[in-house]
Structures are given as C-alpha cells and as structure tokens.
C-alpha cells in the first residue's frame, strides 16, 4: 500500500492550487484521510481531515478558504487551496488510515509531500 500526492508548486499570493493523494495496493478499505503541512521552522501540523462518510474538519488557519474531498472510488483525497497566502508556504504531505487486505489490521500511511510555495 502506498500514497502518491501530486500537485504544488509555485503560486502568487491570492492564487489557488489543487493538491490530489491517490492511495494504492491491496486495499481492504480507508478511514479518514488528511492532509498535513510542515513549514521551514515549524512543526507539522493538521491541515485538513475528511472521514469516510465525508465529515470534514479544518484547521482555524484555513477555514473558508481550503476544502477536503475525496473519491472513495478513486482511493483518492483532494485538497483545494484558494486565496493562498505567503504564510501557506509549506510541504504538504497526505495521509490516511487504510486496512490492507492483509492482514487486516488499520495502519497510518502517509505520501511522499509536495511542495507549496506562496511567493510574489
């Protein structure tokens, strides 16, 4: 099993970005998905969550302006980050609990993290 982000770069203050997370392997089934962000100094922290009945929760710092989604049939989570500022600058990494089809136990993966520069 494994997770593959995709998505980032380089964008202006005020601008959007589209991160996507596609997990892999022999999957038995995913709970909650997330995205995390680690800043240059910072510890990382909880950016976004969505259950796998889409309940959502959000970091105070991004209410309003990210939204968490995901495709249960894709094994896929988005996150879509409008009116980026400077302070968003980051690597953003995924994760999910997922169930392999063995063995049967829950474990935390997470994806590789990518980038997200806010920069004028």
């Known amino acids: 099993v494994q997770l593959q982000a995709s998505g980032g770069g380089l964008v202006q203050p005020g601008g959007s970005l589209s991160l996507s997370c596609a997990a892999s392997?022999?999957?038995?089934?995913?709970?909650?998905m997330g995205w995390y962000r680690r800043a240059p100094g910072k510890q990382r922290e909880l950016v976004a969550v969505i259950t796998s009945g889409g309940s959502t929760n959000y970091a105070d710092s991004v209410k309003g302006r990210f939204t968490i989604s995901r495709d249960n049939a894709k094994n896929t989570v988005y996150l879509q980050m409008n009116s980026l500022k400077p302070e968003d600058t980051a690597v953003y990494y995924c994760?999910?609990?997922?169930?392999?089809?063995?063995?049967?136990?829950?474990?935390?993966?997470w994806g590789q993290g990518t980038q997200v520069t806010v920069s004028s």
């Open positions: 392997g022999s999957i038995f089934s995913i709970g909650d």
């Open positions: 994760n999910a609990r997922i169930v392999p089809t063995n063995p049967r136990s829950a474990f935390t993966y």
